[in-house]
């Protein structure tokens, strides 16, 4: 297997913004050959051309991670297109938090479908082709929810704590030529609070990303450091919070 970025195919989910759209951009420069998917193809299509425009590789599928089929397709577009597929970056997700109290169980659901089922439809689209090629490298976005548990942050932190397990296992079984490697982000200044469907949630969330959040570069560049290792060196967990987060 390569060594390093340039020339490796990466597929990233929720590319459409925030950090998928930032890794997206870091790779790209960094000489990768990116694969996009997320629901907003206008946003990825920009992205694709403003890649291009810089001279990076990029194209773009649609794809909502909660349809296996869709992820299924991501997946054999980046190995028709260019012949491998070097690394899934599972990214995508969604943050609708609230109290319990609330019942907001249509949001519950929401969480586990992209955040917990989205990571596993990538991992049943990918694994059979790192398997086949002997080499392939597993990129999960986890959070800091799921380390310092917090109110209102039951199902959202339940959800990354899923994929963080999931994540561990997946490395434990996936022997001595597959990578796997968990990004945990703090507060980082993306679209997310977006995705809150309660307002007081969502003006909360504004707030905490306006007075502390880095930016979403940051994290594209450990998601980078990563993938950069030689092929036996394997990176587990990366956890980057603003200083000013408690
Ligand atoms: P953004 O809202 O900016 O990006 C989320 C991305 O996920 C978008 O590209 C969105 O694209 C995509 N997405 C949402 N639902 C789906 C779906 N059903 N199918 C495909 N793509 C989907 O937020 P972030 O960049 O912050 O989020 C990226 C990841 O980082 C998430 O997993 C989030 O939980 C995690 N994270 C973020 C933190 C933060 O403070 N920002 C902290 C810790 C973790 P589209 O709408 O076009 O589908």
């Not at 992205?47 to 194209?59: T, W």
């Not at 989205?118 to 597993?138: E, N, T």
Request: hydrophobic share 45%; charged share 20%; net charge negative.
């Amino acid at each position: 297997a390569m060594i390093g970025i340039e020339g490796k195919v990466v597929a990233i989910t929720g590319a459409s913004s925030g950090i998928g759209e930032a890794t997206a951009r870091h790779l790209a420069e960094r000489g990768a050959v990116l694969v996009l998917g997320a629901r907003r193809g206008d946003r990825l299509a920009a992205l694709s051309e403003s890649i291009a425009s810089k001279g990076g590789a990029a194209s773009h599928v649609v794809t909502d991670v909660t349809s296996r089929e869709d992820v299924e397709r991501l997946v054999a577009h980046a190995v028709e297109r260019h012949g491998k597929l070097d690394v899934l970056v599972s990214n995508a997700g969604i943050a609708p938090i609230s109290p319990l109290d609330e019942l907001r169980v249509e949001d519950w659901e929401a969480m586990i479908d992209v955040n917990v089922k989205g990571v596993l439809y990538g991992i049943a689209a990918a694994l059979p082709v790192f398997r086949r090629q002997g080499f392939g490298h597993f990129v999960n976005t986890l959070s800091t929810a799921g380390i310092k548990i917090v109110p209102t942050m039951a199902v959202y932190a339940g959800s990354k704590n899923a994929v963080r397990t999931i994540t561990e296992a997946l490395r434990q079984e996936a022997g001595p030529s597959l990578r796997v490697t968990g990004i945990s982000p703090g507060y980082v200044d993306t679209e997310l609070p977006s995705s809150m469907t309660d307002p007081a949630m969502r003006a909360q969330g504004e707030a905490a990303m306006k007075a502390m959040a880095i930016p979403a570069s940051a994290i594209a560049e450990a998601i980078a450091f990563a993938i950069a290792q030689p092929s036996t060196v394997d990176v587990g967990e990366i956890v980057l919070r603003p200083t000013t987060q408690g």
